[in-house]
């Protein structure tokens, strides 16, 4: 007979006010009704996550970005599932039309900082193009202030990976002078990196009187997924599936 569950569950959730932290309070709520307190801890992004899921027994659970596990990581872990895609969006200042990451050399790039899915992402494209810090300006800029420092000149490109109604790709796709990247090689990216998508933002579904976006725009977009730790008590493994169902299932 297995001992009784704990009553104590401790998830690792991304960047103080992002998506990972959002969900992941709306779980709080869901399983508390079954008596078992959360404790959330906010990180740096999926990599963070991850290696404290590898690391400290104490964390049970995460929200991980898919294409950041590597296959050694994946020994004492289980994912619950794929819970939603997150799409990239590659943001950039200029008259030049950029429709591949080819065009981003010599260019201000902001792709995150350490720890961040967003910043593995960016940099996996980017080196397959053969673009690094040798041919572009990489920095380690926070997605929270990537609006602020494309408003004000300091960045060329902004690398995000987020929901549509995230507050810093609303803000972006609303600045005077800034473009969303049309990923016109969206179906090699995800013939090169399986676990990528090629979605469709359609025109105007952002905002139909001001046509944002103007046109139908190509993206890439990674997964959400619910990982937690390989001796984690089926009974919470239950709970959390049942939380992540009830949050992500309406369309």
Known sequence: VRPAPSDRLVIATGPEGGAYQAYAK??????????????????SGSVENLRRLASDPSVDAALVQSGVVEPPQKEGLLSLGSVYPEPLWVFYRGEENLERFAQLKGKRLAIGPEGSGVRALAQRLLVAHGIGKDTATLLDLPIAESAGAMGRGEIDVAFIVAGPESPVAQELLRLEGVRLMNMTQAASYTRLFPFLSSVMLPRGVID?????????????????????RKDLHPALESLLIQAAIEVHNPP
């Open 208 to 228: 139909l009187v001001r046509d944002i976006p103007a046109r139908d725009t190509i993206l890439l977009a990674a997964n959400a997924n619910l990982i937690v």
């Open 26 to 43: 709306r779980y709080r709520d869901i399983i508390a009704r079954n008596r078992v307190e959360v404790e959330l801890r906010s990180s």
